[in-house]
Nanobody
Framework: QVQLVESGGGLVQPGGSLRLSCAAS????????MGWYRQAPGKEREFVALITSGDRTNYADSVEGRFTVSRDNANNTVYLQMDSLKPEDTAVYYC???????????????WGQGTQVTVSS
């Protein structure tokens, strides 16, 4: 079984910072891309940031220059450093990872349970 567990959400004032973490655990042989999505109330889930196994990154236009995605391969962990936060960043943030459980199988997408980020004064 594979689990993705997020942490680091909370309440922050506009202009503040938060750092999210997501650790993958369980039985698997490799992780490909890891990333973050978010879902605000009444809206669909949207892409935020992604980092490949080769450390290439991609960001949504709405967070480019404010958010930084990174990963620690030794600990199967992905991070999202969020700076200059705005009220419109308020959402539940979900971790996503492409994980291969056994050699010879394809990569499958796994999701975390989500962590709430609220930006408000």
């Amino acid at each position: 079984q594979v689990q993705l567990v997020e942490s680091g959400g909370g309440l922050v004032q506009p202009g503040g910072s938060l750092r999210l973490s997501c650790a993958a655990s369980g039985s698997f042989v490799s992780i490909n891309a890891m990333g973050w999505y978010r879902q605000a109330p009444g809206k669909e889930r949207e892409f935020v940031a992604l980092i490949t196994s080769g450390d290439r990154t991609n960001y949504a236009d709405s967070v480019e220059g404010r958010f930084t995605v990174s990963r620690d391969n030794a600990n199967n962990t992905v991070y999202l450093q969020m700076d200059s936060l705005k009220p419109e960043d308020t959402a539940v943030y979900y971790c996503n990872a492409e994980i291969r459980r056994y050699n010879g199988l394809p990569y499958y997408n796994y999701w975390g349970q989500g962590t709430q980020v609220t930006v408000s004064s």
